[in-house]
């Protein structure tokens, strides 16, 4: 069966399962659908953003509980009685109040680190679950009752199967709105978050906002999934909302496959019937009662992590043959550009550059300068300091001490976003890309500050003109470099030689004039070297500054300008490559004193 027929079976299935389930079906479906909406922004924030959190629960507490108190609560305090009664300000209320908690707790939990975030999400998790319970006007551990049915359209969902196709409605919109998200410049920026944190912000992303952003919406869509469960229960108490309920949130996107939107689905399915199942079961067959479920739940979670840590849906997309990779190149009017600097302008100026590691000076007294137009080679032994001036011109790693200016600013205390702004682009000796996205998309990262759009047009949708014109610039970028014929293979699937070769074409994509290659011929072939030679003469004649490091000799002096070599963090020689070449220093020290 093709994909899209799948989907339609599903839909026409969802469709009709109230007319034919019995009502406790219903009723689990409901709960799946409600779970589900939740596991879906852990989708987002843990698989694909790689932000572990376990206090989920707790968002999902705050768009029921303001709901209900706004709905359910007599007499109200003046200013919240004229918003009091229906769920709708419920619902409204509910996100403001998600929305500024989110924001406040993800300022506060999202700088943390490794191990540390997990946690940070579990204090809070806990936090809010005791606040719920111990606030006097939300019904402190008893909670809340009387809280009024939904009513769409003028009909009152007060029956589970009414009330289904709103739960699933939601669910099938939130799917939409996290696929298009992801599916856009912003979400390109979020998946850069897992692992290419470095390289997106030499590329100009703000990862700190993309953290934020999907941060908001995995509290928002709890939030909308706690306020569809008061209005259905029309009780509410502190229970659902504790950290157990949070880590099964989790248990949810990791069994279903923590970087798949359709994962959160499978996950909330499987976990909820599977609990279900073996609430009845498991004290049937050893006749006792307890939670045991929660121990078959562990052990299961182990053997996912040993065994599937993707999760299931991967291993279900495998029984279903795979949508056609799109294959047509997209097209798009061409993206405007900055202004060429001046042939023989100044581009970059490093005075005295020193970097310490520690006790080890990686660069000392380093100074170069590139112009417009020109192609400087940065040549020295392995370990002389090449790369950590790169990091420092960069500002991926500034300098302990000196001075760097671009374009004539000061730019030692810029990192490395702001100096990408200003039209500084570069690749890295150990490239980073991300393995699982196409060649496409990857090179699209390097044109994300020649959009602007944002997260709420990308999840609607209402950018796909900026979009195409993005792609159609990565398009001719990678045509550029020679790897139209892999545009659409995953990256990691290239030879390392062509993935540097990609990291040329995302430097490129974000127009800059500075160009800085870290030895970006290492693996390349012979004819792949001409080539890539030819590239970069072209892009000098078109005014472009070029800063290369390379050890290929031949490679250099053919293509070099003017050439600084580097010995133990130090520049030993610098000039034109004739005469660089003929420097005793540079032969005793780098060429090792043959010839
Ligand atoms: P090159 O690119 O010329 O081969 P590098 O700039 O990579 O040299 O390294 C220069 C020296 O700095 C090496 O001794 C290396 O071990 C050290 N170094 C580089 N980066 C770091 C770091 N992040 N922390 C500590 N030492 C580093
Ligand atoms: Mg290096």
Redesign the pocket.
């Known amino acids: 069966m093709r994909p899209r027929l799948i989907l339609a079976v599903f839909l026409g299935l969802l469709l009709i399962a109230p007319l034919v389930a019995s009502e406790f079906h219903v009723t689990l479906l409901n709960y799946i659908g409600l779970y589900a909406i939740v596991a879906l922004g852990l989708v987002l924030l843990t698989g694909v953003g790689g932000l572990t959190s376990f206090g989920q629960a707790a968002f999902v507490g705050l768009g029921a509980y303001t709901t209900a108190y706004l709905s359910a609560t007599e007499n109200l305090p003046g200013w919240a009685a004229s918003l009091g009664g229906s769920p709708w300000v419920g619902l409204l209320a509910g996100l403001l109040v998600t929305a500024v908690v989110a924001f406040v707790l993800g300022f506060l939990t999202l700088r943390l680190s490794g191990h540390y975030l997990p946690l940070g999400t579990i204090a809070w998790g806990i936090s809010l679950y005791f606040l719920f319970g111990n606030l006097e006007f939300l019904g402190g551990h008893t909670g809340m009752s009387g809280i009024p049915a939904l009513s769409v359209f003028g009909v009152e969902l007060r029956e589970s199967r009414k009330f289904y196709y709103v739960i699933w409605a939601v669910v099938l919109g939130a799917v939409w709105l996290t696929q298009n998200l992801l599916d856009s410049r912003e979400g390109r920026a979020i998946r850069a978050l897992k692992g290419g944190v470095i390289m997106a912000e030499a590329m100009g992303v703000d990862t700190a906002r993309s953290k934020v952003v999907i941060f908001l919406v995995a509290a928002l869509f709890a939030c909308v999934s706690g306020w569809l469960y008061a209005h259905l229960q029309r009780f509410v108490n502190p229970t659902p909302f504790g950290l157990h309920i949070g880590i099964e949130y989790l248990f949810m996107a990791v069994v279903g496959g923590s970087a798949h939107v359709w994962g959160a689905l499978v996950g909330a399915g499987v976990i909820t019937v599977l609990k279900q199942w073996l609430q009845d079961w498991l004290p049937r067959l050893l006749g006792a009662s307890g939670n045991f479920e929660m121990i078959v739940f562990g052990l299961m979670m182990i053997v996912v992590l040993q065994r599937a840590r993707d999760g299931l849906w991967p291993i279900l997309a495998r029984l279903v043959p795979q949508r056609e990779v799109r294959r047509d190149v997209p097209q798009g009017e061409v993206l405007p550009r900055k202004p060429v600097p001046e042939s023989g302008l100044v581009l970059l100026e490093a005075r005295n550059v020193v970097?310490q590691?520690?006790g080890?000076v990686?660069?000392n007294n380093m100074s170069l300068t590139v112009k417009a137009g020109e192609v400087m080679a940065l040549i020295?032994?392995?370990?002389?300091?090449?790369?950590?001036?790169?990091?420092c011109i960069s500002g991926v790693?500034p300098p302990t001490k000196g001075e760097v200016r671009f374009r004539g600013e000061v730019v030692t205390n810029l990192n490395s976003r702001q100096i990408a702004k200003l039209g500084m682009s570069r690749t890295f000796?150990h490239v980073r890309l991300l393995p699982t996205m196409s060649v496409l998309e990857n090179v699209a990262i390097g044109g994300h500050l020649r959009g602007s759009k944002g997260v709420l047009p990308a999840m609607l949708h209402l950018e796909r003109e900026e979009e195409q014109r993005l792609l159609a610039e990565a398009a001719r970028q990678v045509e550029r470099v020679g790897l139209k014929d892999s545009m659409f293979e995953l990256a990691g699937s290239l030879a390392l030689g062509q993935q540097r070769t990609l990291e040329i074409a995302r430097a490129l994509c974000a127009d800059p004039c500075l160009l800085l290659l870290?030895e970006p011929a290492a693996g390349l072939r012979y004819l792949e070297k001409q080539s890539l030679a030819e590239l970069l003469r072209k892009l000098r004649g078109e005014g472009m500054g070029i800063l290369l490091?390379e050890h290929d000799m031949d490679f250099v002096m053919g293509l070099a300008d003017r050439v600084v070599v580097?010995e133990f963090?130090e520049k030993i020689a610098e000039g034109l490559p004739d005469e660089v070449q003929r420097d005793p220093a540079v032969l005793e020290a780098y060429l090792g004193g043959v010839d």
């Open positions: 970097k590691f520690g080890l990686a660069n020295g032994p392995n370990g002389a300091g090449k790369s950590t001036m790169f990091n790693n000796q870290d490091v580097m963090g």
